[in-house]
């Protein structure tokens, strides 16, 4: 079993629709990242908590550091949304351990 | 702007060649860090650097190497002990490595060996 879990692998849904990435991971974090990975390939950071919530625009991120889970939130999708979501966690000072990703594709 | 650069984005070599991919950076990060992608896995750490002239083996690092003789280069070559050189790879840096805190990645190179 993977440290870092991500579900859906998947995810189609119709341009406005609310969307939810969820993430677990099964160690103790001292940070948890989620990045955007375009189709070109480039990677952004789109968050980093380490607890609570935080927002962007139309993306929330949430965490919940007793259950080892973390959702990211999109309101309002777009078909630019259209990506590759990643979650990954950081243990203490060590390496982040990635999840395999999540590929959203959002139709207008 | 500043931001971290790789190049080329296309990289086509014969087998038996080795490789060296491009990373520099412009944000004044210490650490720097490389990454392999392939499809259906999560990013795979092979190296990185916390500070000039130092560098650590991440977890897949067999048939690869490194060198940071600057703070703002990182490059990696694929030797020809990698069995499946054939992957994305990601160059990345952040302020410290020793904290949480972001990494801001580059564009990435794709190399095709046959």
């Known amino acids: 079993k993977n440290e870092v879990e991500q579900s859906p692998q998947n995810l189609t849904a119709q341009e406005g629709e609310f969307i939810t990435i969820n993430c677990s991971y099964s160690?103790?974090?001292?940070?948890l990242h989620w990045l955007q990975q375009h189709p070109g390939g480039g990677i952004v950071s789109l968050f980093m908590?380490?607890?609570g919530k935080k927002k962007h625009g139309r993306l929330i991120a949430t965490i919940n550091i007793q259950e080892k889970h973390s959702s990211l939130h999109i309101t309002a999708s777009h078909p630019r949304d259209s990506a590759v979501y990643i979650c990954?966690?950081?243990?203490?000072?060590?390496?982040?351990?990635f999840g395999k990703g999540t590929k959203l594709t959002v139709n207008p | 702007d500043g931001g971290i650069t790789q190049s080329p984005k296309y990289l086509f070599r014969k087998e038996g060649q080795n490789v060296t991919l491009s990373c520099e950076q412009n944000?004044?990060?210490?650490?720097m860090y490389w990454y392999r992608q392939d499809p259906g896995q999560g990013l795979r750490l092979i190296y990185y650097?916390?500070?000039?002239?130092?560098?650590q083996k991440g977890d897949i690092a067999e048939g690869y190497s490194v060198s940071r003789e600057k703070k703002e280069s990182f490059p990696l070559t694929v030797t020809s002990a990698q069995k499946n050189p054939t992957a994305f790879y990601l160059c990345?840096?952040?302020?410290?490595?020793?904290?949480?805190?972001?990494?801001?990645f580059g564009p990435g190179t794709r190399l095709t060996v046959t």
């Open positions: 990345a840096s952040s302020i410290a490595p020793t904290d949480p805190y972001e990494q801001y």
């Open positions: 160690v103790g974090i001292s940070a």
């Open positions: 908590l380490s607890s």
């Open positions: 990954a966690a950081r243990r203490g000072s060590e390496k982040l351990v």
């Open positions: 944000l004044n990060h210490d650490a």
């Open positions: 650097s916390q500070i000039v002239n130092d560098f």
